[in-house]
């Protein structure tokens, strides 16, 4: 039960830093109002603009603020992405194939595509075969031989069993393409 509790305590202090920085935020965004209003309460009064004027100009700053404050994490977001997009560091080939674990956006033509995004999936490089289609290529498929000895006392006996050595090695046989 310590683990739950370690958990529980460290989800709370990751939510009170997330809280903290929200106010900081909000009280930050507050001044700034603040800023601005006197700014245009004080235009008003020294340099004798019409009331009209000066709350108009007071609504379009202080939307353009708000404006601003929404789209911030908005523009961080998409700026985040494109960086970790085209950061070197952060280009893994798979040429070889591999295994995605998570969800991951890629390129493709025409958008956009998401992989493992139930789980892992894997890639897996095509190859064109002799016949020219298009495919996955397996490492397996060459040619097994498989040599049986048989030693036996009597030529009859061994006739009067060769039915079910076949059966045993036709067995032996699928069971082994199956693990190829």
Known sequence: MAGAGDEFAASLALETRRLRAEFTELTRLSEGFGRTITRAFAGAISGGRKLSDVLRSLAASLSHQALSAALRPLGNAIGGHLANLLSPSKILPFAAGG???????????????????????????????????????????????????????????????????????ARAVARGQRNL
């Not at 390129?107 to 289609?133: K, N, Q, S, T, V």
């Open 99 to 169: 295994i995605v674990g998570s969800p991951t956006l890629f390129g493709m033509r025409g958008g956009m595509g998401l992989m493992g995004e139930r789980g892992a999936e894997a890639i897996l490089p095509l190859a064109r075969g002799p016949d020219g289609r298009l495919g996955v290529q397996s490492g397996g498929g060459g040619a097994v031989n498989v040599t049986v000895h048989i030693t036996t006392p009597d030529v009859a006996g061994f006739e009067r069993s060769r039915s079910q050595v076949s059966a045993l090695l």
